[in-house]
């Protein structure tokens, strides 16, 4: 199996790049928040579960979380691999990230850092701001995103960075430019 985790700060298109990243691998998009979304709208035990944490206010497990992830690593077992956006966020999930690929006989192969400078980014959310109505991309609210975003990532960079699986991609100037560097990066 081929599996990557992409990492970017908001606004750095890892969502965009994470699809097309499947679309060309034929990889299971996994975003932890997709995932958490259907298990809810879906009632699983795992949904129903997720959905009282998260109406008290409170954030889904980690344990939880690497169940549901087990659970749809089971139930797409015939696909090529997978690329996890938005997981892990902390180096106590990546632990448990590694541990689950070990369950299943697996890996992961690559952590794909998108490298973009905070200006770029707030450039980025502003305008996207101004393009989709979102409110939450207000300047208060990207500094915030961003803070929290480097407090939680810089230790993941350097847990796989230890294990040589981190790979560093500029992270501007065209899509269809970033995709092709971080193509260019896989080993055959």
């Given amino acids: 199996m081929f599996n990557l985790i992409l990492f970017g700060p908001p606004g750095s298109g890892k969502g965009t790049q994470s699809i097309k990243i499947a679309e060309k691998y034929y990889l299971k998009h996994i975003s932890t928040g997709d995932i958490l979304r259907n298990e809810v709208k879906e009632q699983t035990v795992l949904g129903k579960e997720a ?15 690497i169940q549901i992830l087990h659970s749809v690593i089971e139930n797409n077992r015939g696909v090529t691999g997978f690329i996890f956006d938005g ?20 890996a992961i ?26 409110k939450d991309d207000n300047e208060t609210t990207i500094n915030n995103r961003l803070d929290v975003y480097k407090s939680q990532t810089s230790p993941l960079l350097n847990y796989y960075d230890k294990q040589d699986k981190l790979v560093k991609v500029e992270g501007t100037g065209s899509i269809d430019d970033i995709f092709e560097s971080i193509c260019g990066k896989f080993k055959d």
């Fill in 87 to 106: 997981f892990p966020r902390t180096t106590v999930q990546a632990d448990a990230l590694d541990q689950l690929m070990l369950k299943v006989n697996s």
């Fill in 51 to 65: 959905q009282s944490i998260i109406n008290n206010g409170a954030l889904v497990l980690d344990e939880l979380l």
């Fill in 109 to 134: 192969n690559y952590v794909i850092s998108l490298e973009v400078d905070d200006d770029d980014v707030k450039k980025r959310l502003l305008k996207r701001a101004d393009i989709e109505g979102r």
